[in-house]
């Protein structure tokens, strides 16, 4: 019944901008914290941010602060990430899941590219 669909990844250049959407059904979704994840090719999958139930609170991992922007749109069901200034050692799958450690069935994520 949980399902998250990942959208809006893309192929860019360094310096480009790529907005990420993540539709979530099937769960209390305006009561949980939820986080964007990223895993590239042979590496393991790593947090990018977090953003509270409401909205009020977000965290990123230190390699994008300053260049992407968490939200959330409960009535919607709807979680985003902004991605400014894009560089090549961001390109990856990104998913979307609750923030607890306690993590629903992964999505197929959505493949963002930076190449130069």
């Not at 260049?67 to 069901?77: H, I, L």
Request: aromatic letters at 12%; glycine letters at 12%; one cysteine or more.
């Amino acid at each position: 019944e949980v399902q998250f669909v990942e959208s809006g990844g893309g192929l860019v250049h360094p310096g480009g901008s790529l907005r990420l959407s993540c539709a979530a059904s099937g769960f209390a979704f305006g009561v949980y914290d939820m986080a964007w994840y990223r895993q590239a090719p042979g590496q393991v999958r790593e947090l990018v941010s977090s953003i509270s139930n409401n909205g009020a609170r977000t965290t990123y991992v230190d390699s994008v602060k300053g260049r992407f922007t968490t939200s959330r749109d409960n009535g919607k069901k709807m979680l985003y990430l902004q991605m400014n200034s894009l560089k090549p050692e961001d390109t990856a799958v990104y998913y979307c899941n609750r923030a607890s450690a306690v993590k629903y069935m992964w999505g197929q994520g959505t493949q963002v590219t930076v190449f130069s």
